[in-house]
């Protein structure tokens, strides 16, 4: 939902008018825009927000409606009904950090999940201390964990907001102008937006036709596959986007083709190692957060599952970053276009292949829904920008290739030799822990 509300229309068109309105009216006229736009944020998303709580079993059916019997939609609900409230905190973080980001403040704004995952985490252990002698308690702080965790990365933002300067009030103006240049920019991003949800909800419920444990499969396996994105090329499309947004407000394409391509091969030089590395030791992986809690089936599940979504890493940094490069170019439509097309591939995809393929299928239909967009938007940017450095993508894109494979090789010798000293790490965390270290 969080997604659906605020976040793509946020994410998207906030930085660039934010840097806008700074350069040609001042600090004071951007805290004004900025605390306009939170405050109908907040209106908007405390909605959104009663709305899920009240009707928050039919949200959670448009995920689960091809789910199994063993599917436990009460608890799906009861979750949801604290987790709503992440609506309104999120759009809170997305704001904060796009202020800091554009004021070339970056630290704040990625340790802020970090103390979220602790304050989530925290409640995964409490709820495993409890479950056995008070269930029901050990369920709210689980519950409570989400959006606690939340609350944590929006405040933890504040001391960093009053330090640059940045003054925000209550105030609601519909007619600021400012306004309509965010949604001129942001609209495009709800289409994406749209088309990702539908996208993810067929996605869910084909995990859900192969297992009923299918969404617990998923989320595991998207820990370890999220991690790179988040640590290796988050900060970098984070700090580029600002560059980006800086040199087309400024008309210098030379710095800005030169930023994008710089972009495009430090993404690739990361994340197709680490494509590699997350599939040779997807077992490993699975195991230090699986041990003691999935069965053998499962676990050989998630580990599909990881595998065939590691596909989709290159795929998937370089889609995020043209995101960004189209909401610094303004031209968000490009990319909304180029999303509904791979997301009706996928989707067709999915409903006609899962059935016969499995866990695995449905995992790497991620990379279908990222090779549409990327070769549109590639295409596109060339033909609108001209050169844009293809051929150093490509190499940069062999270079990388080389290195995952030299180093796979070396993982996979010290793979076969753990297994003689110390056996397979199958469902032990501990032998998980040893491997990939």
């Known amino acids: ?45 405390g909605l959104v927000a009663v709305l899920g709580f009240f009707f928050a079993a039919e949200v959670v059916y448009t995920q689960s409606f091809s789910a199994g019997a063993d599917f436990d939609p009460t608890l799906a609900v009861y979750f949801f009904r604290f987790f709503v409230i992440e609506v309104m905190l999120y759009c ?32 995964f252990f409490a709820y495993a201390f409890l479950v056995n002698t008070n269930p029901e308690l050990g369920l709210l702080i689980l519950a409570l964990g989400n959006p606690l965790g ?10 960093s907001l ?10 609601i103006n519909l007619k600021d102008p400012a306004l309509k240049e965010t949604l001129k920019i942001g609209a495009p991003a709800l289409i994406v937006v749209v088309a990702t949800f539908v996208t993810m909800s ?36 984070t700090a580029l986007f600002t560059e980006l947004s800086d040199s087309w407000a400024k008309e210098n394409m030379d710095q800005f083709k030169k930023d994008f391509k710089h972009g495009i091969n430090q993404i690739l030089f990361f994340t197709v190692p680490f ?65 509904t097309l791979g997301s009706v591939v996928q989707v067709l995809v999915l ?17 279908i829904f990222y090779v549409v967009i990327d070769t549109i938007m590639l295409i596109s940017l060339r033909k609108h920008l001209g050169q844009i450095g293809l051929k150093s993508m490509v190499f940069a894109f062999v270079r990388s290739i080389l290195f995952g494979l030299a180093g796979s090789a070396a ?27």
Not at 150 to 159: D, E, K, R, S, Y
Not at 205 to 221: D, K
Request: proline letters at 4%; charged letters at 10%; hydrophobic letters at 50%.
């Open 92 to 123: 809170f973080s997305t704001i904060f950090s796009g202020v800091l980001n554009a004021e070339r403040d970056y630290l704040w704004p990625a340790a802020a999940p970090i103390f979220n995952n602790f304050v989530t985490t925290a409640s």
């Open 351 to 367: 409903l006609v292949g899962t059935s016969h393929f499995g866990m695995m299928f449905v995992a790497t239909t991620s990379a």
């Open 162 to 171: 009053k330090r640059k300067g940045i003054k925000l009030s209550w105030r």
């Open 411 to 437: 993982a996979l010798l010290i793979m076969v030799g753990l297994r003689v000293v110390i056996g397979v790490p199958d469902g032990r965390a501990l032998y998980g822990v040893l491997y990939c270290i």
């Open 150 to 159: 939340v609350l944590i990365q929006v405040l933890i933002q504040v001391p």
């Open 1 to 45: 939902l969080y997604e659906l509300v605020g976040a793509g229309m946020l994410t998207t068109a906030f930085l660039p008018v934010y840097l806008s309105i700074k350069k040609k009216v001042g600090q004071d006229e951007a805290n004004a825009y900025t605390s306009n736009l939170l405050s109908i944020v907040v209106v908007a998303t």
């Open 275 to 339: 494509m590699m590395y997350l599939m040779i030791f997807s077992m490993p992986l699975v195991s230090i957060i699986g041990a003691s809690k999935f069965t053998e089936d499962q676990l050989l599940l998630t580990q599909q599952f990881l595998i065939g979504q590691s596909l989709a890493l290159p795929l998937y940094g370089i889609g995020m970053y043209l995101q960004k490069v189209c909401s610094a170019m303004r031209r968000m439509t490009l990319y909304a276009v180029s999303a």
């Open 202 to 237: 067929v996605q869910t419920s084909s995990q859900l036709s192969v297992s009923a444990s299918g969404a617990s499969i998923a989320a595991y396996a998207r820990l370890w596959y999220t991690l790179p994105y988040s640590i290796l090329t988050v900060p970098i499309t």
